[in-house]
Structures are given as C-alpha cells and as structure tokens.
C-alpha cells in the first residue's frame, strides 16, 4: 500500500496523481490520496476529470505514519527532511528521487511534495493520457467559447501574476516580463499568420492595461469572465498550441493538448534561484 498526499492547486495535484497512478501501475500495489492539506476553496481532480481516487483512513495512516500522521509534523519533514524520521516511511520531494526500478523493492510508504517531474509523467505516459479524460459538463458548459477556440488557429497565452507577486514567491519564480511573450507571439505571427491569442490569466485588469495585447488577434479570457478557474485550464488544454508561465496550472494543459502538430513555447528559466529547478521541458517545445 501507498500513500500520496493530495494538495495544492489542479497542477500539482496532476502531478501528485501521476505519482500515484505510476506506483499503482508499476508495483501492482494499492494507492490512497490522503486529502487533510487540499485546501476545501481549490477544486480535487474529480471534478475536471473522469477518475476515481481512494482517499486513505486515518486507520492507514497510523499504520504508515505512526506519530508522523500529524499534520504539523509532516508539514516540517516535508520541509526539512529529518534521517530519523524520514528513512522508512515518510518520502519527500526532497528526499527520494524517483525510480522506475525501484519501486518494486518498497511497500507502505506515504509519499509528501510537489513531485513535479517528467520522469514520473513519462513513465506512465500513454496510460496517463488515456484515463486523464475532462467531465462532458465542461464541453457543455464551455461550449461557445470552445467552438471559436476550435475554429481559429488559437494559441493559449497564460499570465499568471496573483501570488506569484508576494513577497515569497517572488524570490522563488522567475518574472515573466513583456518581452518572453513578445518573442512567444512573434513566432506564431511568422510561423502561423493566422494565429489568435486566448489569454488566460489570473489578472484581466493588468492584461487590459498592457498595449501589446491590443487588437481583433487578441481575446482576453479570465477566470472572473468564465466563472470557475478550471474552465480556463479546460479550454487552454482545447487551443491548437500554447504559450505557457512558468506554472503548472499551463503546464499540464499544453501536455494534454492533443493537437498532433501543436506548438508549446515554455520559460527557459522558472526559477529566480539554481537551488530551485524543473525537469519539465519536453524536447519538442521551444524555450524563449
């Protein structure tokens, strides 16, 4: 039996998903989401996506965890991992790299991070792809938008600013300035001329003020125009291409694109710091 913790916003919680379907799939043993951080305002995988998840016990957790089932005591080895607590039982983000050949050699283990890595995701691949199916609800209730996005060569741009403006993260995330998307949309004018911007973003009011987002080749989508955040991550998934942040939150939407001749232009740099890096750059997508 595993244990995946499930929290964070629809990114992470996908790459938390894709932790847990590998170790299911690889080991042929059972995996259970345990849910107690997911903060209840964020909305769970199950409703964007057709999938079942079995949420664990507090009985499975004790068997697991003993006294490390309490939340302030994960939260600190999930931050600093500490050898005597954490070498048996408790695996990090920051402690175990993951390992195709190794799980089979592990058992009762309750698993803590972000685990954004595209070894996890590539391990599984196909059969990620083909149970990560959206809800018919969102086609429905997406569907004006939906049937213009399929009908343009529509490109995805995604501006995240919110709480990537705090003071915390803006020490960890690097800054995406005008001039990533000015190089991101000069590529698709040369390449695709008829290329229309679907800007997804986070902050419509700072978008509207920006000049170089002026004009009929733009079409400003925000989460306060389409009501709930995961009908922007649905219909970003539906463009023909995209442009990413340096998020999760367009990350897991230009993977799912399934557009056989898509194009993804992603950040060359996420991180402010080299102590932070992402393995998440796939071969075939540009890095400005």
């Not at 992470?12 to 059972?30: I, M, R, T, V």
């Not at 600190?76 to 190794?102: E, G, M, R």
């Not at 803590?112 to 590539?122: A, F, K, P, R, S």
């Not at 463009?239 to 990413?244: E, L, P, R, S």
Request: net charge positive; glycine share 2%; aromatic share 16%.
């Amino acid at each position: 039996m595993f244990i995946v913790n499930l929290y964070g916003r629809i990114g992470n919680q996908l790459f938390q998903y894709a932790l847990g379907h590998a170790l299911e799939s690889l080991s042929k043993k059972p995996v259970f989401y345990s849910t107690d951080f997911l903060d209840p305002s964020e909305p769970m995988l199950t409703e964007i996506f057709n999938i079942r998840l079995n949420l664990s016990s507090q009985n499975q957790l004790n068997e697991i965890l003993g006294l490390r089932k309490f939340r302030i005591i994960r939260k600190i080895l999930s931050h600093h991992p500490c050898n005597f607590f954490t070498k048996n039982k408790f695996y990090s983000d920051k402690n175990y790299i993951f390992n195709v050949n190794d799980i089979m050699n592990i058992d009762n283990v309750y698993f803590h991070g972000y685990w954004q890595n595209l070894d996890v995701v590539n391990s599984i691949e196909s059969e990620l792809r083909s149970v990560l199916l959206f809800k018919d609800t969102l086609a429905i209730f997406n569907s004006d938008a939906l049937q213009q996005i399929q009908h343009d060569q529509s490109v995805a741009l995604h501006i995240r600013r919110g709480d990537y403006l705090s003071k915390k993260n803006s020490k960890i995330y690097s800054s995406l300035d005008d001039s990533y998307y000015k190089k991101a949309i000069s590529y698709f004018e040369i390449n695709i001329p008829k290329s229309k911007f679907y800007i997804f973003t986070d902050d419509p009011e700072y978008v509207y003020a920006d000049k170089m987002f002026k004009g009929e080749k733009f079409n400003i989508i925000s989460t306060k125009k389409s009501g709930v955040s995961f009908n922007d991550f649905y219909l970003m998934s539906k463009c023909k291409h995209n442009i990413i942040a340096n998020s999760t939150y367009s990350w897991w939407p230009a993977w799912l694109n399934s557009n056989p001749n898509k194009i993804i232009i992603s950040p060359s740099a996420w991180y402010v710091d080299k102590k932070y890096s992402t393995n998440l750059m796939l071969n075939d997508w540009i890095a400005f």
